[in-house]
T-cell receptor
C-alpha cells in the first residue's frame, strides 16, 4: 500500500516568514495529492490539492509543488500569519474509482507562527 | 459543512466492553473511512468502505470491525475495548470521482479506562 512520509513534524516560524512542509510517497500510481489543515480541536479540512498532471498550484498565500519523478510534493505558505498555526497533513490517493480508493496521510506537521 | 455526523462525540468506557461508533452521511458518497488520530501518528486508517457491504482493512485494523448496511451509515465496533484504543476517531467521506475532497466528521473522543 501507499506510504506517505512528512517532514518536519514541528515547524516554528516568525510571523511574515515562509513555511515549507515536504512529503514523499511510495506508490507511483498515486495521482492526487491533497493537503489538509486541522486547527486545534477541529476536524481536518482541505486547503489545497494537486493532481499528477500539474507541477505547481497556487491559491493566494499557499502553493503546492509536485515532483512525480522523485515522488515528493511540498506545501509552501508565504507571509505567515497567526491563523496559519495548525497541524497540516499531506495525503496521496490512487486513481479515482478504484475499490481501494483511500487517503493515505502523512504523520502531520504542527506549525506555530510566532508573533 | 458537508452532511456528515459522528455519534457519540465523547465516550468513556471500561476495558473489555464493546463499543460502537456511528458515522452518518447525507451526501450519498460512495467511500467512507474510519481514522484514528494519536499524537505523533497523524491520521491512521482503520477500515474503509467502497459501497454497501463492501469494506476493507486499513493499516491499523486489529481489534476493530466495521459494517455498512446502507449507504449513509458506517459503523465502527471495538469488540473488546483496550486502553491502547483510547484515541480520537474521525469518520470521512469521499465521492471518489467528480469531487475529490474528503469531508471529515467532528470526531469522537474515546477514552478506555
Amino acid at each position: 500500500g501507499e506510504n506517505v512520509e512528512q517532514h518536519p513534524s514541528t515547524l516554528s516560524v516568525q510571523e511574515g516568514d515562509s513555511a515549507v512542509i515536504k512529503c514523499t510517497y511510495s506508490d507511483s500510481a498515486s495521482n492526487y495529492f491533497p493537503w489538509y489543515k486541522q486547527e486545534l480541536g477541529k476536524r481536518p479540512q482541505l486547503i489545497i490539492d494537486i493532481r499528477s498532471n500539474v507541477g505547481e498550484k497556487k491559491d493566494q498565500r499557499i502553493a503546492v509543488t509536485l515532483n512525480k519523478t522523485a515522488k515528493h510534493f511540498s506545501l509552501h505558505i508565504t507571509e505567515t500569519q497567526p491563523e496559519d498555526s495548525a497541524v497540516y497533513f499531506c495525503a496521496a490517493t490512487p486513481p479515482f474509482g478504484a475499490n481501494d480508493y483511500k487517503l493515505s496521510f502523512g504523520a502531520g506537521t504542527t506549525v506555530t507562527v510566532r508573533a | 459543512d458537508a452532511g456528515i455526523t459522528q455519534s457519540p462525540r465523547h465516550k468513556v468506557t471500561e476495558t473489555g466492553t464493546p463499543v460502537t461508533l456511528r458515522c452518518h452521511q447525507t451526501e450519498n458518497h460512495r467511500y467512507m473511512y474510519w481514522y484514528r488520530q494519536d499524537p505523533g501518528h497523524g491520521l491512521r486508517l482503520i477500515h474503509y468502505s467502497y459501497g454497501v457491504k463492501d469494506t476493507d482493512k486499513g493499516e491499523v485494523s486489529d481489534g476493530y470491525s466495521v459494517s455498512r448496511s446502507k449507504t449513509e451509515d458506517f459503523l465502527l465496533t471495538l469488540e473488546s475495548a483496550t486502553s491502547s484504543q483510547t484515541s480520537v476517531y474521525f469518520c470521512a467521506i469521499n465521492q471518489g470521482y467528480m469531487s475529490t475532497e474528503a469531508f471529515f466528521g467532528q470526531g469522537t473522543r474515546l477514552t478506555v479506562v
